[in-house]
């Protein structure tokens, strides 16, 4: 089926059947970074390891603009959907596609021109420094595939269709690590050829995406009667775009200032994180998939007018997040070792024991990182997106606050431990909140 009405039938399945392929393709995305990783630990060297972990964290300060963007788009069109306004989808479609293409363009500049000052921001050891400026200056000049991938596949979730998405990142994914073996194993490029591979496989996954859409959805493709410049439409499609980017930006901007934390501790401590929040990526995929889908059903029952659905819904998805949650939390304390194992160079003996304590730890919070990975979904699906901004700037907050604090005296467990007491703020902040509705509706 390519398209799923979500405002009527059964609840339960069709939560199911939206995140069972985001989930699938979120660890599919999760290993084009430890793909990259591994291959470079491997060939290239630990120090060469611990740039990709600090490129990734300045790398997805800026994806995270993007794909967080284009997940406010996809929020918006899935109402559109929802109420059956074809028309309007279009229109939509269109604008939010050149707008955004300008923002990916404004953004390969904006980072090019910024990386040595963030990267010396975050302390940087210069060994480090020169392998993360070769890999970040590639991924920057691939944001314009990037851009075209999300936005794309974004569409597709709007209209219920994640197992499309998921085939193309699949596709993609061979092609990343079939280009990562011949460029960094097979040529010696070091890590120019992993960020070329990335980029080169996310402009496969864009290309495949964006002709499956003219095949199958050509009534929710524009066409030149569509391209006009609806100001009102812009207004409210920049407001769920550039909400959605800031929420999932701040995240980003937290984690970029715990990294700087982290780069005080020494290159140990480097290796050794990248190694964790590599592993902790895979668990983060259930919660994530769990969130987008969370936001599609709200989106498109929100824009039919069907408050009561998206009240059970919203409930059924926390009881599915709430299992995932614990069944994930005892994998990551019980598999802490032999994954990170998979994941550390063969010579990063040292760092395996701060990268347990840091997963082991983390890993007793996971419960309130999936509950509010829904909330989060929620308040996007009705449209409310300012609230997961305000509760996503006090986790951060509070996690980068009591990182630097704690640091110099635990170590890196003194991270996870600020984590999860962030998650467990906003939950308690945005369960308030979404009750107070709850009750309203009766």
């Known amino acids: 089926m390519d398209h799923v009405q979500l405002t009527r039938g059964n609840i339960g399945c069709q939560l199911i059947a939206l995140s069972a392929p985001m989930l699938a393709g979120n660890i599919l995305q999760q290993l084009y970074n430890t793909v990259d990783a591994v291959i470079v630990g491997r060939f290239v060297g630990e120090s060469a390891f611990g740039a990709i972990g600090v490129a990734g964290s300045v790398m997805n300060l800026f994806l995270f603009l993007i794909s967080g963007g284009c997940d406010g788009v996809g929020t918006l069109l899935s109402q559109f959907y929802g109420a059956g306004d074809d028309r309007t989808f279009r229109r939509g479609f269109y604008l939010s596609g050149v707008f955004g293409a300008g923002m990916s363009a404004a953004l390969t500049m904006f980072g090019l021109l910024l990386l040595p000052g963030l990267l010396g921001l975050l302390r940087t050891p210069d060994n480090v420094a020169s392998y993360a400026t070769e890999y970040l200056n590639i991924i920057f000049l691939g944001f314009p595939a990037a851009f075209a991938y999300h936005l794309v596949s974004g569409i597709l979730r709007a209209v219920g269709n994640t197992r499309a998405a998921l085939f193309f990142l699949a596709v993609s994914m061979g092609a990343n690590l079939a280009l990562d073996v011949l460029l960094v194993a097979g040529m010696s490029m070091g890590v120019a050829g992993a960020a070329l591979a990335t980029v080169i496989a996310q402009a496969l996954a864009a290309g495949l995406c964006g002709v499956y859409l003219q095949i199958r959805f050509p009534e929710l493709v524009f066409s030149r009667g569509d391209m006009v410049m609806d100001l009102p439409l812009l207004r409210r499609t920049a407001q769920f775009s550039f909400v959605t980017s800031l929420h999932m930006c701040s995240l980003y901007i937290g984690k970029l200032l715990v990294q700087g934390t982290v780069n005080s501790l020494g290159a140990e401590a480097i290796v050794a994180f990248t190694a964790a929040t590599r592993i902790e990526g ?6 994530d998939s ?6 599609v059903f709200t989106g498109q029952n ?22 995932f949650g614990v069944f994930i939390s005892l994998v ?14 063969g010579e990063s003996v040292s760092s395996l024991g701060p990268a347990m304590s840091y997963l082991r730890l983390v890993a007793c919070f996971y419960v309130f990182n999936f509950l509010g990975s829904g909330l989060a979904g929620y308040f996007r699906g009705r449209g409310r997106v300012n609230i997961p901004v305000i509760g996503a700037a006090g986790h951060i907050s509070l996690r980068v606050a009591l990182s630097a604090l704690l640091a110099p005296v635990m170590g890196l467990p003194a991270v996870a431990l600020a984590t999860g007491l962030g998650w467990i703020g906003v939950v308690a902040f945005w369960s308030v909140l979404v009750w107070r509705e709850g009750e309203k509706w009766g």
């Open 282 to 287: 895979f668990a983060n995929s259930f919660g």
């Open 290 to 295: 769990g969130a987008a889908s969370v936001a």
């Open 302 to 323: 929100t824009g039919a007018g069907e408050k009561q659905r998206v009240w059970k819904g919203f409930c059924q998805g926390e009881r599915l997040l709430l299992a």
């Open 332 to 345: 990551m304390l019980l598999g802490a070792e032999p994954c990170l194992r998979l994941v550390l160079p």
